[in-house]
């Protein structure tokens, strides 16, 4: 299939949604039973503590990781029975920076828009906006493994868009990412999601998240333990606040003593 032949996100079908997913390691049931619901046109943001589940969830929607149990579909397609044409529609940005490093950030992107069957004329424009867009230009001829953690993530935030999928899965999209970077990207996500685009997004970045996403799932052991607008999850708090709440609170640091008492 070509690009011209994936068609247009029908408004009635969410871009995403899982059902009863379940992923365990050894004993350690890291996404237990979850469901979730990704409408078109807005930024949709998954929180929670260190170890809730959230890497997991992004790299089974990536088609990274394959669930014990559930169902995913991109649109209306089955993401288990049709993985080609599912991942067509979905760009990824994972958590670990982890890419073809050795090749040029030009022909990473070109190698990604041949994968995606695109045409070699319309992926090298591609290259030239998102280059533009995102401070690459000097770059694009430099091996991606000379670049720094910051221009890693630029480049596969272009790898992941450059065939305008319906979907951008991105996991920590503005870690290491400068605050300028990081307003130009979200500039071209706005346009994207404006546009009937979807992203799914995790990050840590409390006031990020309630600033540009629409709806958010909080996760905690694995299970969504709230789902909702942002204004439904965090009610007359900060998000921030009812992040801390429903993450089972700070607790008391106890037993450090001995780090106030300083070694000769
Ligand atoms: P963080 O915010 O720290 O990135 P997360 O919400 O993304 O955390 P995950 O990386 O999905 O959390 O991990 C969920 C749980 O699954 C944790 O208990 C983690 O130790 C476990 N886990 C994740 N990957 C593996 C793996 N490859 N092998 C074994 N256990 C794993």
Redo the contacts with the bound molecule.
């Keep these: 299939m070509t690009d011209a032949e994936i068609p247009d996100p029908d408004p009635g079908i969410p871009v995403l949604t899982l059902r009863g997913v379940s992923k365990s390691?050894?004993g350690?049931h890291?996404?237990a039973g979850i469901d979730l619901t990704v409408p078109a046109g807005m930024y949709y943001g998954l929180l929670?503590?260190?170890?809730?589940?959230?890497?997991?969830?992004l790299s089974m929607i990536a088609g990274l990781l394959r669930p014990d149990r559930g169902e995913i579909r991109v649109g209306d397609v089955d993401l288990r029975a049709e993985p080609r044409a599912a991942k067509k529609r979905m760009g990824v940005l994972p958590?670990r920076l982890r890419t073809f490093d050795r090749l040029t950030g030009r022909q990473l992107l070109h190698y990604t828009g041949m994968l995606r069957g695109m045409r070699p004329d319309v992926v090298a424009d591609r290259t030239a906006d998102l280059a533009g867009a995102l401070g690459l230009d000097d770059a694009l001829g430099r091996v991606v493994s000379d670049y720094s953690a910051g221009m890693t993530k630029k480049v596969m935030l272009a790898a992941a868009m450059i065939h305008s999928p319906q979907l951008l899965v991105l996991d920590e999209p503005f870690e290491a990412v400068d605050p300028a970077s990081a307003a130009k990207v979200l500039e071209i996500l706005d346009a994207y999601v404006a546009g009937g685009g979807a992203v799914l997004l995790?990050s840590?970045g409390m006031d990020l998240i309630e600033q540009v996403c629409t709806r958010v799932a909080v996760?905690v052991a694995?299970q969504v333990l709230e789902e909702g607008t942002v204004h439904e999850v965090k009610g007359d708090l900060t998000l921030e606040q009812r992040f801390v709440e429903l993450s089972g609170g700070l607790g008391e640091v106890e037993g450090l003593e001995w780090l106030q008492t300083f070694s000769d």
Aim: proline share 5%.
């Design positions: 390691y050894g350690t890291a996404v929670g503590p260190n170890g809730a589940g959230k890497t997991t969830t958590d995790s840590h996760l694995g």
